[in-house]
């Protein structure tokens, strides 16, 4: 990378921090007050830095319109799949990607199983929201007030002796997944299905989508497939590295 860029990106974490005169600049910078200001004015003119009235700079308008306009086209299917491909070759297990989505989680994409027992999910269909291990993560990480509104608006069916029977218990479920940083379904949705599932955070630590591992238990048991839960979570922060453009 050429020094003005360098510097010229040094700048930016600075500011981040609040706004600071030319002195401050060229001081972090450990340059002369005319290679900072010519590096100010040159971001100040494509808007990524503006001078306030009080002469100290700030981060611009662009800069936060740039990082949103990126937020929005990321897609996170495209940047997930090649690391869905990799889990699953190693687990040869179903492999699932989730988002939250108008108040349902739905099946953004699908690796399926090498074994001849398949699953009924479809990619563009919605989980089984109060049993579903990466509704469980998804929901968990929404606000605490939104995440009672939700639950109690919920249907809580009974599929299996082991789903979720009420609101309380949703809840309760929720801040345990919220907490441990991982989710499962043992059973829940259907008997002989078992589940564990990592989230995958953009680049403000948020859940922005969630991905899992699922087996029937005629393929491993609940205690086999939980001794994934590692590699499945090592998947899930390598997208978000990708996501976020975090570097690893």
């Known amino acids: 990378m050429s020094q003005t860029v360098d510097r010229a990106l040094s700048i930016l974490p600075l500011l981040a921090r609040g706004p600071a005169n030319l002195e401050q600049v060229s001081q972090q910078l450990g340059v002369h007050k005319s290679t900072a200001l010519r590096l100010l004015r040159t971001l100040h003119e494509h808007g990524i830095v503006y001078r306030q009235p009080d002469q100290r700079y700030r981060l611009g308008a662009r800069l936060f319109a740039l990082a949103q306009e990126a937020i929005e086209n990321l897609d996170v299917r495209e940047i997930a799949h090649p690391h869905l491909v990799r889990l699953n070759e190693k687990t040869g297990h179903t492999v699932h990607l989730a988002v939250y989505e108008e108040s349902d989680v739905l099946y953004l994409d699908k690796v399926e199983s090498r074994y001849p027992v398949r699953m009924y999910s479809r990619i563009g269909k919605p989980v089984a929201i109060t049993v ?117």
């Open 132 to 248: 579903a291990a990466v509704a469980k993560l998804l929901l968990a990480d929404l606000p605490e007030q939104e995440r009672r509104e939700i639950a109690d608006g919920l249907d809580y069916p009974a599929y299996t002796a082991r789903s979720t029977p009420d609101a309380a218990a949703f809840l309760a479920e929720l801040a345990r997944v919220r907490e441990q940083g991982w989710a499962t379904d043992l059973g829940g949705h259907e008997e002989s299905i078992n589940c564990v599932a990592a989230p995958i955070r953009g680049a403000d630590g948020r859940v922005v989508a969630a991905m899992s591992v699922s087996a029937p238990s005629v393929v491993v048991t609940a205690d086999e497939l939980l001794t994934l839960l590692p590699l499945v979570r090592r998947t899930a922060d390598a997208v978000s590295a990708d996501y976020s453009g975090k570097p690893r």
